[in-house]
């Protein structure tokens, strides 16, 4: 037996949006997530400093 | 991983049924609630150490950095050391997962000795920086929050030796990887954290 609705398809629901909190913390819900986290602060710190390197050497 | 997403309820529900334990949530793992909390207190430990660097820096005025220039070099290649660390890491969590005993043992060494090799480098980076913490106010600074993050790396340097010794036990298997979990989850956080550290203090400071 299934929960969920047992229509058409095209008729079913969209799966719920989690809450911001819930995102918030999704990268300490496991090593996996965390992993993923490091991985985007430094893509995102590389980018800060490529900006920064660029900007010292137009200035 | 997604086992660790499971609610408590629904992973023990073969064998535990009516009321969850006492000081027990249904919804959410002990380790998980306590890890969770922990980084959150953590964060905002950081939150202040960051706070009163940015004010003192702009109210007090002080020369920054007194004498010479930050080894932005040295501290980049740390970074880079452990952000390996992080890599390593995952790679113990998988081999865990896989029931791999050498890939868990391999990458928990490599983990403990990019982390010992990090905080010798920091060490050696303050023995060679040319002022104290007493120099000024934004180097009390300095030192408080490199300090603090390096604080955070002797933690997890224990809680990666801790991890060390049940692996090689045989304690840690598919079925019983939650305390390595929780190792690694700080480890990433320490490793976040010095990404921030060093983007804010040494590339935009």
Not at chain 2, 16 to 26: D, I, L, Q, T
Not at chain 2, 150 to 156: F, L, P
């Amino acid at each position: 037996m299934t929960d969920g609705p047992t229509g058409e398809p095209g008729n079913q629901e969209p799966p719920a949006k989690q809450p911001v909190w819930a995102r918030l913390i999704a990268p300490l819900r496991s090593e996996d997530a965390a992993f993923g986290a490091v991985l985007r602060v430094a893509a995102a710190a590389l980018l800060v400093i490529a900006v920064v390197v660029l900007v010292r050497l137009v200035t | 991983m997604e086992a660790a997403a499971i609610p408590a309820a629904v992973a023990h529900d073969d064998h535990h049924h009516g009321p969850p334990e006492a000081h027990h949530s249904s919804k959410v793992e002990r380790e998980q609630l306590g890890i969770l909390l922990f980084i959150i207190s953590e964060l905002m430990l950081f939150g202040a150490f960051f706070a009163a660097m940015f004010f003192i820096r702009v109210v007090a005025g002080d020369e920054w950095p007194p004498k010479g220039d930050l080894p932005i070099a040295v501290a980049a290649t740390n970074a880079a050391v452990l952000l390996s660390s992080s890599v390593t890491m995952h790679w113990t969590d998988i081999s865990a997962r896989r029931n791999n005993q050498f890939g868990m043992r391999a990458g928990i060494i490599t983990t403990f000795l990019l982390g010992a090799t990090f905080l010798f480098v920091q060490i050696n980076e303050y023995l060679h920086l040319g002022f104290t913490p007493k120099t000024n106010a934004s180097a009390s600074a300095f030192f408080g929050l490199t300090g603090l993050h390096g604080a955070h790396v002797v933690i997890g340097l224990l809680l990666l030796f801790m991890s060390a010794v049940r692996i090689f036990k045989g304690a840690v298997d598919p079925k019983n990887l939650k305390g390595l979990e929780v190792a690694g989850i700080y480890w990433h956080f320490v490793d976040v954290m010095w990404i921030v550290v060093f983007t804010t203090v040494y590339i935009l400071g």
